[in-house]
């Protein structure tokens, strides 16, 4: 992938990110729409997209040229999408601990696992964050490109009959919203005052950007408070990238 400006790149060589940040890619809502309360993303088949949208008409040129090299490039980018996808919808354990009563302690890093409105606003006021409300969050969640989130997975020890059980705790979330295209801007990421201090939000925050540069989108950004500024830089991102300047508009009445 070819970066579209040049910025730091520490990270992740060969990238373009800034303070303000872009991206790309296809999603499919896997949960009812009418639930207010959970909700789970996931990868569409990149092939099915194509056929669907501009891609269409120069495969079908290139059908007309020579079915065999369109079938094997098909076949080809078939395989590396669904490659991605299952990467994608991989849990990855970023810590894992053995406790003393025997039970084992994961922190988990999905890109697909269902989140809890009610679980993630009790996040949110452990962080300070005012609290907002639930319907309008399930659709943030809901119309979001990626939501990634980390897990606190505890198993207990297996009893006299070979059994476990397993238990989730949310500690961490961050969001992207896209144009499926070019452009990705990151969103409310926030990991519980109790496992700050651990890696876990650098970690949140690379996970989610590699997962967005999978899906060949090149301009990544952020909205960073200024305590939290270093944070990103040291992650890879710029602040105002060649003097560029983020604006808002605020209601006047």
Request: glycine share 6%; charged share 25%.
């Amino acid at each position: 992938m070819q970066a579209v400006r040049t910025a730091v790149t520490s990270s992740f060589p060969g990238v373009s990110l800034t303070s303000n940040l872009y991206v790309k890619g296809v999603k499919e809502r896997t949960a009812p729409r009418n639930d207010p309360k959970k909700f789970s993303l996931k990868s569409l088949d990149l092939r099915s997209a194509r056929r669907r949208g501009n891609m269409a008409e120069p495969l079908r040129v290139q059908r007309v040229r020579s079915s065999r090299n369109f079938i094997a490039t098909l076949t080809q980018e078939n395989s590396s999408q669904n490659a991605e996808d299952e990467q994608d919808e991989e849990e990855v354990t970023l810590v894992e601990k053995r406790r003393g009563d025997g039970s084992l302690a994961r922190i988990v890093f999905s890109n697909h696992t269902e989140v809890d409105v009610y679980e993630l606003e009790r996040l949110c006021e452990k962080v300070g964050w005012p609290r907002r409300p639930a319907a309008k969050v399930a659709a943030a969640l809901e119309n979001s490109f990626m939501v990634s989130s980390l897990h606190l997975c505890i198993t207990t020890a297996e009893d006299s009959s070979g059994k476990s059980e397993t238990s989730r705790q949310l500690v961490g979330l961050a969001r992207a919203t896209s144009d499926h295209a070019f452009n990705a801007t990151i969103w409310d990421v926030l990991v519980d005052p109790a496992y700050q201090g651990q890696g876990l939000g650098k970690a949140l925050v690379e996970q989610m950007v590699r997962a967005l540069l999978r899906r060949d989108i090149g301009n990544i950004t952020l909205f960073a408070d200024a305590k939290v500024v270093e944070f990103y830089r040291q992650l890879g991102f710029e602040a105002d990238p060649e003097g560029i300047k983020g604006m808002f508009f605020y209601p006047r009445f």
